[in-house]
């Protein structure tokens, strides 16, 4: 661990009325929801950095590492981790990281999970903690897909290697300890995006429909103008203006921003659809329109458990070595998951 590690997680430990007076004086209150202090702390420290929009993709790319493994918390013990390769679309090949409790034969299907980024940010290590929490909690094996990026890999090549790795997991379930010939998905931000593409794919296809599917807050609809984009449009750590950089750097030039391998949330039947677990964080501009898909899904019959986390930011699945709110709503939904397993 290096000296600005040490540092910083004794910051995080401070007492969290000295850690709002350290970043700002106030705390952070927005729609009567007031953001987790050491999420202030970060935002704060960041302020100053040029907004990601005025970055070359290349650059953006290696910060966003550099700062999110510098935060990152370490595996959950008891898990054992397997990096490989899997064959994907065009002949290329796909890097996963395995997941499995150590302690026992998995009980329940394996997961393929998606990690958060645009399409254009993010690898197997942005979500490394937390998919060790869903396989030690959930008792499930966990796949983390490393699918390709935008700007050199545009819209579709992501979604092409996510529905290649779930029906790869399919196949290959049986072989770490699954049951054979299911899976469930689950991804944050563009992973809970693919997540939920990937399900309504299935059905379409008349393919295996996912187990259940996990979507934490996800990016569903493309088009409309849910309030929370504008509400929160310049919050930590995800703003308005970033997401349309993404979006600049993930899509072809012109591309139809309804279409159902982009946008699912513009998909008008959601009948039939896996049980879902719904997760959405109070301090983001994508809060409104996935507690919108939660609350859509249940009323096409689907069995949602829907959870909103107001103090939280996007992207707290990556902040449990330095959130305790974070940490504790990680925990949380790997036992929704488990339970979510429980009732299938």
Same mark, same amino acid.
């Given at each position: 661990m290096s000296l600005q590690q040490t540092i910083a997680k004794l910051i995080f430990k401070l007492p969290n009325g000295m850690l709002v007076r350290m970043a700002g004086g106030k705390p952070v209150v927005i729609n009567g929801r007031t953001l987790e202090p050491q999420l202030q702390m970060v935002a704060w420290?960041?302020?100053?950095?040029p907004p990601l929009s005025t970055l070359p993709a290349e650059v953006v790319q290696a910060a966003t590492?550099?700062?999110?493994?510098?935060?990152?918390?370490?595996?959950?013990?008891? !898990?054992?981790?397997?990096?490989?390769?899997?064959?994907g679309p065009d002949k290329n090949l796909i890097p996963v990281r395995l997941y499995r409790p150590d302690d026992q034969e998995p009980a329940h299907p394996l997961m393929v999970y998606y990690h958060m980024g645009g399409g254009v940010i993010g690898d197997l290590d942005t979500c490394n903690a937390f998919c060790s929490?869903?396989?030690?909690?959930?008792?499930?094996?966990?796949?983390? !897909?490393?699918?390709?990026?935008?700007?050199?890999?545009?819209?579709?090549?992501?979604?092409?290697?996510?529905?290649?790795?779930?029906?790869?997991?399919?196949?290959?379930?049986?072989?770490?300890?699954?049951?054979?010939?299911?899976a469930a998905v689950g991804g944050d931000s563009m992973g809970?995006?693919?997540?939920?593409? !990937?399900a309504q794919e299935m059905k379409r296809q008349d393919k295996p429909i996912p187990a259940m599917q996990l979507l934490i807050y996800p990016?569903?609809?493309? !088009?409309?103008?849910?309030?929370?984009?504008k509400d929160f449009a310049g919050t930590f750590s995800l703003s308005t203006d970033t997401m349309n950089w993404f979006m600049e750097q993930y899509l072809p030039e012109g591309f139809d921003m309804s279409d159902r391998l982009l946008?699912?949330?513009?998909?008008?039947?959601?009948?039939?659809?896996?049980?879902?677990?719904?997760?959405?964080?109070?301090?983001?501009?994508?809060?409104?329109?996935?507690?919108?898909?939660?609350?859509?899904?249940?009323?096409a019959g689907v069995y949602v458990k829907h959870k909103r986390y107001d103090t939280l930011a996007h992207a707290f699945t990556a902040f449990t070595d330095f959130s305790p709110g974070s940490r504790k709503a990680c925990v949380e939904i790997a036992e929704m998951v488990r339970d979510m397993y429980g009732r299938l």
């Open positions: 420290n960041g302020r100053n950095a590492r550099e700062q999110l493994n510098m935060l990152a918390a370490k595996p959950e013990p008891g !898990v054992a981790i397997e990096d490989f390769t899997i064959p929490i869903i396989a030690s909690v959930a008792k499930c094996p966990v796949l983390s !897909v490393d699918y390709r990026l935008a700007p050199p890999h545009k819209f579709p090549a992501g979604i092409d290697d996510a529905l290649e790795a779930y029906e790869w997991a399919l196949r290959n379930a049986g072989k770490y300890g699954a049951p054979e010939g299911v809970g995006n693919f997540s939920a593409i !990937v990016a569903v609809d493309l !088009v409309e103008e849910f309030p929370s984009r946008s699912p949330g513009q998909t008008g039947d959601l009948s039939d659809l896996p049980p879902a677990i719904v997760i959405t964080a109070g301090h983001d501009p994508l809060v409104d329109e996935g507690d919108d898909y939660a609350l859509r899904l249940g009323r």
